[in-house]
Structures are given as C-alpha cells and as structure tokens.
C-alpha cells in the first residue's frame, strides 16, 4: 500500500511543475504540487542551504500584492499580484485527486494543494513528501541543490533549494496538511519566500 502512495507522489507534483512551466519563462518543463505556510520565518540555513542572490525583480519582497482566497483551493496567499488558477483531476492505483494550483508568472510563486481520495498513512509521509520535491523538481526544470525534512505550521514537511538556468534559487516546501490534503509551496529564496509562506493559511 506504501508502495502506491509512493508511485502517487509523482503524479500529485507531476502537474505544479506544468502551471509553472506555463506561467513563466524561466521554468521549462512539467509538474504537479502543492505547499503550505512555515511557522518559522524561512528554514534552517543548516538544512537547507541556499546560495545568495543578488536583487533582481525575481526575488523582489511579494508581501504588497493582494491576498487571494482560492477557496476551491483550501487556502488564502498574499501573491505578487493576482495568479492564474488551475484545476486538475486524475487518478491511479486505485487513488483518484483533484489539484488546485494558482502561480505567478514574474516572479515565479505557486502554491497548490492536492485532495486524494484514500488516506494516506502517516508512516508514509516522509517517503512520499521526499518524492514530491524530487520529482517537481524533475518536472520542472529545475535543479534540486539539496532537500531535507523539517516542520511547516506544525506538520510533517520536507524543504528544498532549487536553482534556474540562469542560476535563479528558490524554496519549496511540501508538508502533509492531513491524510488526504497536501500542499506544496514555491518562491524565489530569501525574503521574497518568507513573506510568501508568512502570508499562506490553510482554509478547511
């Protein structure tokens, strides 16, 4: 049965990484996810190392835009202005879900969130949350500097550094909201994902 969720994970970040293929011109490449707001002001510098950048209006503070309700979507986000929402359906080993994805263009920020059909045990949040950074990032373009487990509002989470083409870092997190919800969050690293998870809020 773990093995299913496993293979499922794949699929869940398989779709994120296409909405944010499609609303940028920096990430190529396809994907599914879905994220989550930290308790923390961003993650341990210790376990998710992520190389300074220089300013540039990617990683530009997002806490002016407008705080958008994706009620569909189970949850509320300040975003550089308003993103594209995206709904997705689809199934396999017997697990159907639905995605509900809302992204930026400039700078790339995406939050999703995904509902599936059959719960998942917590034994096996680790394995599939590991599953989903690595294969958004595969799908997405992107390049996977390093991940690790952490926390995010209390739930079992896993963070990573990615990186862009033109050498663009930027954080994502995915975190297990229960066993049938999870979320998964990018932004560019630094202050611009700070206020970005600062601003995130898991609706019921």
């Known amino acids: ?88 359906t689809g199934s396999e080993d017997g697990f159907t879900f639905v995605t509900h994805t809302a992204a930026t263009h400039e700078p790339p920020t995406l939050v999703a969130a995904e509902d599936i059909s059959q719960p998942l045990p917590e034994s096996a949040y680790p394995v599939n949350l ?24 209390g739930h079992v989470a896993q963070a990573g550094s990615l990186g862009g083409p033109a050498g663009e870092s930027y954080t994502l997190v995915a975190f297990a909201y229960s066993s049938k919800r999870l979320y998964l969050l990018i932004a560019p690293a630094g202050t611009s994902f700070r206020e970005f998870a600062r601003s995130f809020v898991a609706l019921p």
């Open 1 to 88: 049965m773990v093995g299913s969720h496993v293979s499922r994970a794949g699929v869940f970040v398989v779709a994120a990484g296409v909405v944010l293929a499609g609303c940028s011109n920096v990430v190529d490449g396809a994907g599914r996810l879905a994220a989550g707001r930290s308790s923390s002001p961003d993650f341990p510098s210790a376990s998710i190392p992520v190389p300074p950048t220089s300013p540039s209006p990617s990683t530009a503070p997002t806490g002016s835009g407008p705080l958008v309700t994706y009620a569909s979507g189970h949850f509320r986000a300040r975003f550089p202005y308003q993103p594209v929402e995206r709904t997705d």
């Open 130 to 153: 590991r599953a989903a950074v690595g294969s958004f990032a595969a799908s997405s373009g992107l390049t996977l500097r390093s991940q690790a487990a952490t926390t995010f509002q």
